[in-house]
């Protein structure tokens, strides 16, 4: 085998490497990663688990599927709502409104409602009362800085491996170099 299609191969595997591993290896973790998220119907309650303290959002699902059922109900939230977020100690943690993110997977939408900034790991007890038809509502951790870390060292890692497979030097001068 030829020098030059040594180095050829194994610059075209480093840029496969970087231009498409790399990206999905960084991505396919933000894709599986909505199991730690909390759905309850409302009007009602659920308790959730904080293990870490951050910005955690309650969420209106509002197509999704449920214990076996499908919701299909309008984004927004019905008038009236009150929602009340309180520590197991019990005391109630400041809600913040902030209906700016949404989010949709598969046949899975929801919208943001708010969120409150946990600063201690605990049982937090999140519930929603008032005149409504059944909706699932949901509460999770923020993923949002997660998300900008891994897409900014993705492409930094993707980056850096495809123009090291651009880039190449014949393998064999360097042999002879050293």
Do not use: C
Not at 12 to 23: M, S, T
Not at 49 to 78: A, H
Not at 127 to 146: D, L, N, W, Y
């Amino acid at each position: 085998m030829k020098k030059g299609l040594k180095t050829l191969i194994a610059g075209i595997l480093l840029f496969v490497i970087g231009a498409f591993v790399v990206p999905i290896a960084m991505i396919l973790p933000l894709i599986l990663d909505g199991s730690k998220e909390t759905q309850f119907m409302i009007p009602g309650s659920a308790e959730v688990d904080i293990e870490k303290p951050g910005r955690y959002y309650l969420w209106n699902d509002y197509q999704t599927v449920f214990e076996g059922k499908s919701y299909n109900r309008s984004e927004g939230i019905p008038d009236g709502l009150e929602i009340s977020i309180k520590s197991a100690n019990g005391e109630k943690l400041k809600f913040v409104s902030d209906t700016s993110i949404s989010s949709s997977s598969g046949s899975s939408s929801k919208h943001s409602i708010g969120y409150i900034q946990a600063g201690n790991p605990g049982k937090l007890t999140v519930a929603v009362s008032g005149t409504a038809e059944p909706r699932v509502f949901s509460f999770s951790e923020s993923g949002i800085m997660k998300m900008l870390g891994l897409i900014f060292a993705g492409s930094a890692i993707s980056i850096l491996v495809a123009l090291t497979g651009i880039l190449t030097p014949d393998l064999g001068q360097i042999k002879n170099i050293v």
